[in-house]
């Protein structure tokens, strides 16, 4: 029997790096091995876009052709719209008794969120809803909907994937061993910085470069990276360690390059601006055959939608299955 694989992104905005160097390459590696879940997670994006459902259904269909672009193949990954199995939004009910207002309050990935969304959620997150502080219980019942072992996930979401380990341990201690604790897979990138330097590229954070960013876009974006800021002249040697530039060139260059700039950007023998105009290179070559794939996806909708279909009705048998168990458990199983 193959092991399950679940997993989740928020049809919020097109895939970034950080999403195919965080999580992406690891779905590629893993996608001939596993029973392989992929949640486009709709209702969980409404937690912070309540108020903009238009962005979230746009969303569904470009989060889908974005990784069906970074070669993810739809024969061996059941790719499924959350919204469509109603069984989690039901397990989401009966895990909220299982967890603590105040150990949510205290999640680390919560918290960083809620500082983040100032705006919804006011400056000490005074207005923070139910429904997004209660996320991670519904990100447990997604992984538990589908008996889910290994949810491979960028570093930001380890504090939820403990987070759903806990509410399985709490269950199975009340109601009988019926869930698996799941395992968190990280990638060899396991936190992708945004272009300003922040610590985690995001596609909410205005800090991304998207896979399918056009080449002016990038060209752009790259001429606008911050750099060794010590760094004034052409001339001067600087600290590749604190420049993004030289940070994306190990993401997508090659390492004899990698090791060029590197050694060229202390000794001062490498200017900035020749420096981002190789990376826009790299990363455009980079982003080719992703872009190639895009367009084919992009001329064939009808071919995406059935994708979405066929996946969600092999989710939905699944996560049935696993209800019954679980009601069973829970007594609450009437005939
Ligand atoms: P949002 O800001 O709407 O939450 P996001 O960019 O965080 O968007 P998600 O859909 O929440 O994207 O995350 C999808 C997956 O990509 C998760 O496994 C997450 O850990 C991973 N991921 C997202 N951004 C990064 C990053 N900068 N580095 C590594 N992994 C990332
Ligand atoms: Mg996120």
Known sequence: MKKTILTGLRPTGNLHLGHYFGACQNYLKMQNDYDFYLEIADVQALTDNFNNPEKVRKNVT????????????????????????????????????????????????????????????????????????????????????????????????????????????????????????????????????????????????????????????????????????????????????????YYYHNLVNNKENIEKVCSECKKGSRGCVQCKKELIEAMNNFLAPIKEKRAYYEAHPEEVKEILENGTKKAKQKAEEQMKKIKKAMKIDYE
């Open 62 to 245: 470009e989060i889908t052709i974005d990784l069906l672009s970074t070669g993810l193949d739809p024969n061996k990954v059941n790719f499924f719209i959350q919204s469509k199995i109603p069984e989690i939004a039901e397990l989401t009910v009966f895990y909220s008794n299982l967890v603590t207002v105040a150990r949510l309050q205290r999640n680390p990935t919560v918290k960083t969120e809620i500082a983040q969304k100032k705006e919804l959620f006011g400056n000490d997150g005074e207005s923070i809803t139910y429904g997004f502080l209660g996320y991670p219980v519904s990100q447990a019942a997604d992984i538990t909907a589908f008996q889910g072992e290994l949810v491979p996930v960028g570093e930001d979401q380890l504090p939820l994937i403990e987070q759903c380990r806990e509410i399985v341990r709490k269950f199975n201690s009340i109601y009988g061993e019926t869930l698996k604790e799941p395992s968190a897979i990280l990638s060899e990138t396991k936190r992708v910085k945004g272009l300003d330097g922040n610590d985690k590229m995001g596609k909410s954070l205005g800090n991304a470069i998207f896979l399918n960013d056009s080449e002016e876009v990038i060209k752009k974006k790259i001429m606008g990276a911050i750099t060794d800021p010590k760094k004034i002249k052409k001339d001067d040697p600087a600290n590749p360690d604190i420049c993004m530039v």
